[in-house]
């Protein structure tokens, strides 16, 4: 099968601080170095790894570093890999919205990117005028567009807003429409960039079936970055995981989703300071009771299904009203699907200090081998009457299942934004007020 997009040495270097690009005296200097003298470029060799969380001695990094891969026309590849990867330079890169500092991008056909919300779209004129736009872009004759037109709007589900200016369409409508637009151009590349985490759950389904058609009914070659894993499962046939620049894996997409998911590319968290950013805030969130930190018990963040999980919450009473109160564990898998529930009885609340330990034991979770996250809620649950939640928290833990004790896999189902979750209470869950 003939090569659609060849990836040779190629590498982004960018400068830190207010200027990205350079100044007068680093481009004289380099001038100087590679045109009269006929040197390597200077600025080439004091480039450090792209490692978003740490402090480093040079201004210059690389977002980029020596990546090479080919990908086969009608392939649909997955390019996944944590934030600061590089993931969307490269795309931005084979879309020619910036240049390689080296290297060399081969690509057959011509290409449609979606990048980010908005891409490629003027905010003052209308749907319709940007869907010409675009396939003008791309080289379409206007009878090509006019003939799309239809299909492109039908899709996108925007056809009230068509004649409006786009500056007033949400960020969902947006990507609705710049979808359809980059997938009904028969484009031969499509790029596809994160963006469907805007939209709604039916879009989503609707665009990942477009561009399941698009590879293997018409033969059109697709990349696609997404964080969700599952996406990237049932879409993709190869995956490439990206780690600080460079090509940490490259195999098909099972493969590289085992990978990213259990290597250190992922980080496995067993301590947490519960910082703002880490509360699940909401307006009926009372905060009477406050999770401070969290902590995993286990000996290891690798653990066996038929090991218990053990946690301990550092909890603030910030006076609480109420004499009891139920502490509520979340399991989610890799997909970001919350798949179990742990929740205990009513527990009396300590009255006698301002911050409590609780440490809550998890039995009979029967957890299929995978990557897991934890989140916790505080709160009070009487289902005949009403829900009282005091705190809650994003997801702040995370372990590895690695050994199976049974051989069926815990099943759950996920419809639409709806999912049922397996909740499991009194003989599943002990714990201990410290």
Not at 22 to 37: A, E, M, P, V, Y
Not at 57 to 72: C, H, M
Not at 107 to 128: C, D, N, Q, W, Y
Not at 238 to 251: D, E, H, K, N, P
Request: charged share 25%.
């Amino acid at each position: 099968m003939a090569t659609a997009i060849e990836f040779e040495n190629i590498s982004k270097q960018y400068r830190l601080g207010l200027v990205s690009t350079g100044t007068l005296s680093h481009d004289l200097n380099r001038f100087w170095q590679t045109k009269i003298l006929r040197r390597e470029d200077p600025y080439l060799k004091v480039g450090e790894t792209n490692d978003r969380a740490s402090k480093g001695s040079s201004d210059y990094v690389w977002a980029l570093k020596d990546i090479n891969f080919k990908v086969e026309q009608g392939d649909v590849v997955g390019i996944i890999g944590r934030n600061g990867a590089g993931k969307s330079t490269l795309l931005k890169l084979l879309s020619r919205v910036t240049a390689p500092t080296t290297g060399i991008i081969r690509a057959k056909g011509r290409i449609a990117s979606l990048l980010e919300v908005g891409t490629g779209f003027h905010p003052e004129m209308t749907g319709r005028e940007n869907i010409y736009m675009n396939g003008a872009i791309m080289g379409m004759t206007r009878a090509e567009i006019s003939r799309k037109l239809d299909e492109i709007v039908d899709f996108s589900g925007c056809e009230r807003y068509l004649d409006t200016p786009v500056k007033r369409y949400s960020s969902g409508m947006t990507v609705r429409l710049g979808f359809a637009i980059a997938a009904h151009l028969e484009p031969e590349i499509l790029v596809v960039d994160e963006v469907l985490a805007v939209g709604d759950a039916e879009f989503q389904k609707k665009a990942i079936g477009k561009m399941q058609d698009v590879s293997k009914g018409e033969g059109r070659t697709v990349l696609f970055v997404s964080h969700n894993m599952g996406a990237v499962r049932n879409l993709c046939k190869t995956g490439i995981v990206l780690s600080q620049g460079q090509v940490a894996f490259s195999g098909s997409a099972e493969e590289a989703i085992g990978f990213y998911t259990s290597k250190d590319v992922v980080e496995k968290q067993t301590e947490c300071i519960i910082t703002k950013d880490k509360h699940l805030l909401k307006d009926n969130f009372s905060n009477e009771i406050e999770i401070r930190k969290v902590t995993l018990c286990n000996e290891s963040s690798v653990i066996a299904t038929d090991e218990p999980i053990e946690v301990e919450l550092l909890l603030k009473n910030n006076g609480c009203k109420h004499k009891k109160c139920q502490y509520t564990v979340y399991i989610l898998d890799d997909e970001n699907q919350r798949i179990e529930a742990f929740l205990t009885d009513p527990i009396d609340i300590p009255t006698n200090k301002s911050e409590y330990n609780i440490r809550l034991k998890l039995k009979n979770h029967d957890l299929y081998k995978g990557i897991y996250t934890l989140r916790f809620l505080v709160g009070l649950r009487d289902f005949s009457t009403a829900v009282t939640n005091f705190d809650a928290t994003t997801d702040v833990l995370s372990f590895e299942v690695k050994y199976l004790s049974k051989k069926e896999k815990l099943e759950y189902s996920v419809n639409s934004d709806w999912f049922r979750t397996i909740y499991r209470k009194n003989d599943s869950i002990d714990y201990e007020i410290i």
